[in-house]
């Protein structure tokens, strides 16, 4: 008899939980319905014992890991990788973002979603959190989001990125230093959008009609706090609990987000945590992106609430925005999750540097030595960005969970010898070593390459839309090199002032 439904992934070396982090143990995986069926050894024989015939996949040399979940990302900048060197965030979001830009094309949404899928795909992530901002909104835009990622076969939660507080509102000095005629180009990640109400047609469109067997699932993404009025954040507090979704949102990325909260929120002691918290979204189902300025006594009450934290070490290096309390928030005992952020300022969908650079800046942050990060930043790539988007059959290799499976070479230089696989997946490999990936049970990336699409007829898609994109970021670099000396100004009095903690490493 055979099963055509069922995948035995026979001989590999599988990082279990509670197995060993430094060897793995040698297993068979008996895969069925796109769910792990069982573990263990000998399955083939015991299979054929059974008159039972299956597909195989051949592990050996191989380690197999739970696929990577980036819970932190943004498909809308994949374009942009490369454009900038240092740029700091509030820089950035004007030659990023975009409510800077005209209306792209359907073309360019399905081209640039596809192509940040398959760069997380290639680095063994099988799960994207996409907090994508499309500005001005187009239904149309949307569906082209869910298609893509439909027909690569990534698992995907999408959130649409929203706001109702105009960006100028929302960073300190800009309304003083900027002249009036400069105001309208001043923005943020999301900007309101009068023509529609978002949340009501998402709501109408999607959360009222889910579509069974599907691997794209939803979330709600208000942007940050600071823009988004107490209205918004209670409408989205209800809607996350009508529908058991989680939220996204950034907050306290850089300095100048951390002092707008001290200056716009006296009732709440300067604290945009103290606002969440009266305004009911503190819990298990809210997760804030970076984190970089949080207080102690902040950190508290996410631990006591039970609110995670995602961390995105690229973009915080990238954009100078600084070290987040990563230990502080560990032994406060808050779940962690990581994410690559946008490429235009990460500039790369590679889990491996994220759980590298993760590691490392606990390392710098205290001189007293401290707990083993290595096993803490793959637990972060893995089980915490689960627990960031409510599915406890991820991030694990173990019966009941999904397929969702990595197989790395062993033969890879990184690996040889083969010390400890935890410690080498997060300092030694740079991701040269994902051979094949799985997506409930499917194999989705064969030998390096997209098994799921023709991958060089979807490089020609991106290749078809470069040039439009690339006329358009011109003329925003231009207008943004003319906005440079009041950009500077009101960076230079954001530094100035104090908000009670420095999270960038100036060597005093």
Same mark, same amino acid.
């Given at each position: 008899?055979?099963?055509?439904?069922?995948?035995?992934?026979?001989?590999?070396?599988?990082?279990?939980?509670?197995?060993?982090?430094?060897?793995?143990?040698?297993?068979? $995986?008996?895969?069925?319905?796109?769910?792990?069926?069982? $573990?263990?050894?000998?399955?083939?024989?015991?299979?054929?014992?059974?008159?039972?015939?299956?597909?195989?996949?051949?592990?050996?040399?191989?380690?197999?890991?739970?696929?990577?979940?980036?819970?932190?990302?943004?498909?809308?900048?994949?374009?942009?990788?490369?454009?900038?060197?240092?740029?700091?965030?509030?820089?950035?979001?004007?030659?990023?973002?975009?409510?800077?830009?005209?209306?792209?094309?359907?073309?360019?949404?399905?081209?640039?979603?596809?192509?940040?899928?398959?760069?997380?795909?290639?680095?063994?992530?099988?799960?994207?959190?996409?907090?994508?901002?499309?500005?001005?909104?187009?239904?149309?835009?949307?569906?082209?989001?869910?298609?893509?990622?439909?027909?690569?076969?990534?698992?995907?939660?999408? =959130?649409?990125?929203?706001?109702?507080?105009?960006?100028?509102?929302?960073?300190?000095?800009?309304?003083?230093?900027?002249?009036?005629?400069?105001?309208?180009?001043?923005?943020?990640?999301?900007?309101?959008?009068?023509?529609?109400?978002?949340?009501?047609?998402?709501?109408?469109?999607?959360?009222?009609?889910?579509?069974?067997?599907?691997?794209?699932?939803?979330?709600?993404?208000?942007?940050?706090?600071?823009?988004?009025?107490?209205?918004?954040?209670?409408?989205?507090?209800?809607?996350?609990?009508?529908?058991?979704?989680?939220?996204?949102?950034?907050?306290?990325?850089?300095?100048?987000?951390?002092?707008?909260?001290?200056?716009?929120?006296?009732?709440?002691?300067?604290?945009?945590?103290?606002?969440?918290?009266?305004?009911?979204?503190?819990?298990?189902?809210?997760?804030?992106?970076?984190?970089?300025?949080?207080?102690?006594?902040?950190?508290?009450?996410?631990?006591?609430?039970?609110?995670?934290?995602?961390?995105?070490?690229?973009?915080?290096?990238?954009?100078?925005?600084?070290?987040?309390?990563?230990?502080?928030?560990?032994?406060?005992?808050?779940?962690?999750?990581?994410?690559?952020?946008?490429?235009?300022?990460? /500039?790369?969908?590679?889990?491996?540097?994220?759980?590298?650079?993760?590691?490392?800046? %606990?390392?710098?942050?205290?001189?007293?030595?401290?707990?083993?990060?290595?096993?803490?930043?793959?637990?972060?790539?893995? =089980?915490?960005?689960?627990?960031?988007?409510?599915?406890?059959?991820?991030?694990? $290799?173990?019966?009941?969970?999904?397929?969702?499976?990595?197989?790395?070479?062993?033969?890879?230089?990184?690996?040889?010898?083969?010390?400890?696989?935890? &410690?080498?997946? %997060?300092?030694?490999?740079?991701?040269?070593?994902?051979?094949?990936?799985?997506?409930?049970?499917?194999?989705?990336?064969?030998?390096?390459?997209?098994?799921?699409? /023709?991958?060089?007829?979807?490089?020609?898609?991106?290749?078809?839309? %470069?040039?439009?994109?690339?006329?358009?970021?011109?003329?925003?670099?231009? &207008?943004?090199?003319?906005?440079?000396?009041?950009?500077?100004?009101?960076?230079?009095?954001?530094?100035?002032?104090?908000?009670?903690?420095?999270?960038?490493?100036?060597?005093?």
């Amino acid at each position: 008899m055979t099963k055509t439904d069922t995948l035995l992934i026979e001989n590999g070396r599988a990082l279990l939980p509670g197995g060993d982090p430094h060897q793995g143990e040698r297993c068979d $995986i008996l895969v069925q319905n796109g769910a792990i069926e069982k $573990i263990g050894t000998g399955l083939a024989a015991t299979l054929a014992k059974d008159g039972i015939t299956v597909e195989t996949l051949d592990a050996t040399d191989r380690l197999i890991i739970p696929g990577f979940i980036n819970a932190h990302y943004h498909s809308h900048d994949t374009l942009a990788k490369g454009t900038m060197d240092e740029t700091p965030l509030e820089t950035w979001r004007l030659l990023a973002l975009p409510p800077q830009y005209p209306k792209r094309s359907r073309e360019e949404i399905r081209a640039r979603t596809l192509i940040g899928a398959l760069e997380c795909l290639r680095s063994g992530m099988t799960t994207v959190q996409d907090m994508v901002t499309l500005y001005p909104f187009d239904p149309e835009h949307f569906e082209a989001v869910v298609e893509a990622y439909e027909e690569i076969g990534v698992r995907a939660v999408v =959130a649409l990125q929203y706001a109702d507080i105009r960006g100028i509102e929302t960073i300190p000095f800009w309304k003083e230093v900027f002249p009036a005629e400069y105001h309208p180009y001043l923005s943020t990640a999301a900007e309101p959008d009068k023509k529609i109400d978002q949340l009501a047609w998402f709501e109408e469109n999607y959360l009222k009609k889910p579509k069974a067997g599907s691997r794209v699932g939803w979330a709600l993404g208000p942007s940050a706090p600071e823009r988004c009025t107490r209205a918004l954040i209670e409408r989205t507090a209800a809607l996350a609990k009508t529908y058991g979704l989680p939220i996204f949102t950034h907050i306290y990325e850089s300095k100048g987000m951390a002092l707008q909260a001290r200056l716009e929120y006296p009732e709440h002691g300067g604290s945009l945590i103290r606002r969440l918290e009266q305004e009911g979204l503190l819990g298990p189902h809210l997760n804030l992106a970076h984190s970089v300025w949080l207080l102690q006594d902040e950190i508290e009450v996410l631990a006591r609430t039970g609110t995670n934290v995602v961390i995105n070490p690229l973009s915080n290096m990238k954009l100078k925005s600084g070290i987040p309390p990563i230990r502080a928030l560990q032994d406060a005992g808050v779940s962690l999750a990581l994410g690559c952020d946008n490429c235009s300022c990460s /500039d790369a969908q590679n889990m491996f540097q994220a759980m590298k650079l993760f590691a490392l800046m %606990v390392h710098v942050s205290d001189p007293d030595p401290g707990p083993d990060q290595a096993g803490r930043a793959l637990g972060a790539a893995t =089980a915490g960005g689960a627990h960031a988007i409510g599915r406890d059959d991820l991030g694990r $290799i173990a019966p009941g969970a999904r397929a969702d499976l990595v197989l790395i070479d062993l033969k890879d230089p990184s690996y040889v010898p083969l010390n400890s696989a935890t &410690r080498q997946l %997060v300092y030694t490999e740079g991701g040269r070593g994902v051979d094949t990936v799985l997506v409930d049970g499917r194999v989705v990336i064969r030998h390096g390459r997209l098994a799921t699409m /023709d991958q060089d007829a979807l490089l020609d898609e991106v290749m078809a839309v %470069v040039p439009k994109f690339r006329e358009d970021f011109a003329v925003i670099a231009a &207008r943004v090199e003319t906005l440079k000396p009041w950009i500077a100004e009101a960076h230079k009095r954001i530094w100035a002032a104090d908000v009670g903690a420095n999270r960038l490493f100036t060597g005093v």
